[in-house]
């Protein structure tokens, strides 16, 4: 079992910079793909980045591509998501998200994720 735990979302101007956190428990973080998804208003949920175990594969959607970065640090069960360059469209609430252990492959699809927290808002002002 894996709990997820989003933190640092937070308001920003456009333009500007934020970075999100997801903690981890459990022992299968290492061993885990994760991702980060988004869900705006009246939107579908969609993802945003993927990270496989030990950070060889690594996986954008087009619409943050050069903007955001996610990273991972096994030893402190923690991911990353680094956003720059923030637009008002990137406003929404930002879910953590985890395949289960030995799982491989990043993937862009929500339900192959089985572990969720429960998301941090970020929003963007223009």
């Known amino acids: 079992q894996v709990q997820l735990v989003e933190s640092g979302g937070g308001l920003v101007q456009a333009g500007g910079s934020l970075r999100v956190s997801c903690a981890a428990s459990g022992r299968t973080f290492s061993t885990s793909v994760m991702g980060w998804f988004r869900q705006a208003p009246g939107k579908e949920r969609e993802f945003v980045a993927g990270?496989?175990?030990?950070?060889?594969?690594?996986s954008y959607a087009d619409s943050v591509k050069g903007r955001f970065t996610i990273s991972r640090d096994n030893a402190k069960n923690t991911m990353y998501l680094e956003m720059n360059s923030l637009k008002p469209e990137d406003t929404a609430v930002y879910y953590c998200?985890?395949?289960?252990?030995?799982?491989?492959?990043?993937?862009?699809?929500?339900?192959?994720?089985?572990?969720w927290g429960q998301g941090t808002q970020v929003t963007v002002s223009s």
């Open positions: 990270i496989s175990w030990r950070s060889r594969s690594i």
């Open positions: 998200a985890a395949r289960s252990a030995f799982i491989a492959g990043v993937s862009g699809n929500p339900l192959e994720y089985d572990y």
